[in-house]
């Protein structure tokens, strides 16, 4: 739970918003946040945290880690 709660954080920085999230398919979707508003070296521990960008799906971030039970 710790790197959800990590990436959660690092997403918070950049938009704090009311319903930040969508999941469906076993996927967790952060919609609020862009690719580019997203520093160089965040992005990269996201990946670590298991996050990647998608640009299918009007463009968000993804987690395949955290979308499923």
């Given at each position: 739970?710790?790197?959800l709660?990590?990436a959660?954080?690092?997403?918070r920085?950049?938009?704090?918003?009311r319903?930040?999230?969508h999941?469906?398919?076993?996927?967790?979707m952060?919609?609020?946040v862009?690719?580019?508003e997203?520093s160089?070296?965040d992005?990269?521990?996201?990946?670590?945290?298991?996050?990647?960008?998608?640009?299918?799906?009007d463009?968000?971030?993804?987690?395949?880690?955290?979308?499923?039970?």
């Amino acid at each position: 739970m710790d790197d959800l709660i990590e990436a959660l954080t690092i997403f918070r920085k950049y938009k704090n918003e009311r319903w930040p999230t969508h999941c469906e398919h076993d996927v967790l979707m952060i919609m609020a946040v862009t690719q580019d508003e997203v520093s160089t070296n965040d992005k990269q521990r996201l990946g670590e945290l298991g996050f990647i960008w998608s640009d299918q799906d009007d463009g968000c971030w993804k987690s395949f880690r955290f979308g499923r039970a």
